[in-house]
């Protein structure tokens, strides 16, 4: 068994000790770091043909979150995790490329628990990665994980919400640049680039190439034991599939991406941008958004 269907096992058999919500819960200190390796070149290869990167050198905007993944899993599904694994939903992701990464430089990869908040559903950790080479930060990523369970706290008075404006004074450096810009386009109304048929077994073969075999991602039946009619793709192969159509990626400054909904395999779906790329979706019949998406750039 690898290491990460390991934690898998551990994390659906502590799932029904954890209650979310609770207003006393605390995140786990650790900090688990991965030693500087090299990237090995099989495995690299194989996740760039699955998602689409052209074989361009540096590494694609996603890996290092692959990378990482099996210690962010570990930390999860820890007995100190407050949340209970099984259900949680990963709701949105944000990348930070400082700079092109070459497979051959040595990457060390650490990640923690940055933060939990209630949310109108339940309550939603932040976890973040961060990639260095020699010490300097070369990446680094956060992501929105969602537990739902019946709010303990009333909803925020929408008139004491913060302006984007004033939203972006609390954000990181790299996505702070993005709050007050003019409003993208809507999702439906952005014109269609491409589309895709996704197989039946799509799950299955991101699974043996990212290493995430979560049961909700394989065949009907698993899906079906956590109420999915079909198996899912994931979230993040859909991430990175749009990504691999974004022009010049050593000029990406931020991403942002938002998952709104499953896809359910197999199935054909659109992909759908701007003229520049920087603003994108994933759609599925009907116009039904699965996925939104934004690219800031330097200089």
């Known amino acids: 068994m690898t290491s990460l269907s390991a934690s898998l096992v551990r994390g659906a058999l502590l799932s029904p000790l954890k209650h979310a919500g609770r207003p006393d819960a605390a995140l786990p200190p650790d900090r688990p770091t991965r030693p500087a390796t ?63 990464v070459e497979p051959a430089e040595p990457l060390e990869l650490t990640v923690y628990a940055q933060e939990l908040n209630p949310h109108r559903r339940g ?53 702070a640049s993005t709050a007050g810009r003019p409003a993208a386009a809507s999702p439906e109304a952005l014109p269609a680039r491409a589309e895709w048929s996704l197989p039946g077994d799509l799950g299955r073969r991101y699974g043996a190439v990212s290493g995430d075999r979560n049961p909700i991602h394989l065949y009907p039946l698993t899906a079906r034991l956590f109420g999915f009619p079909r198996a899912i793709a994931h979230g993040m192969w859909t991430a990175a599939r749009c990504l691999a159509e974004t022009r010049d990626p050593a000029a990406v400054r931020t991403v942002r991406i938002d998952f709104r909904a499953p896809v359910l395999l197999p199935a054909t779906v659109t992909y759908a941008a701007d003229a520049a790329g920087d603003a994108f979706a994933l759609r599925g019949p009907g116009d039904r958004v699965h996925l939104v998406g934004a690219v800031t750039r330097k200089g």
């Open 123 to 175: 309550t939603e950790v932040t976890m973040t990665t961060e990639a260095r080479v020699a010490g300097e930060l070369v990446w680094e990523s956060r992501s929105g994980y969602l537990s739902r369970h019946a709010p303990r706290r009333p909803e925020p008075d929408p008139a004491s919400t913060p302006s984007a404006a004033e939203a972006g004074a609390n954000l990181p450096a790299a996505t």
């Open 38 to 100: 090299p990237v090995a070149p099989g495995p690299l290869a194989a996740y760039g043909r699955i998602c689409g990167f052209t074989e361009s050198g540096a590494l694609p905007l996603t890996y290092p979150h692959v990378l990482a993944f099996p210690d962010t899993m570990r930390l999860m599904t820890g007995r100190a995790f407050p949340l209970p694994v099984l259900g949680l939903v990963h709701t949105w992701i944000e990348i930070a490329p400082h700079r092109p």
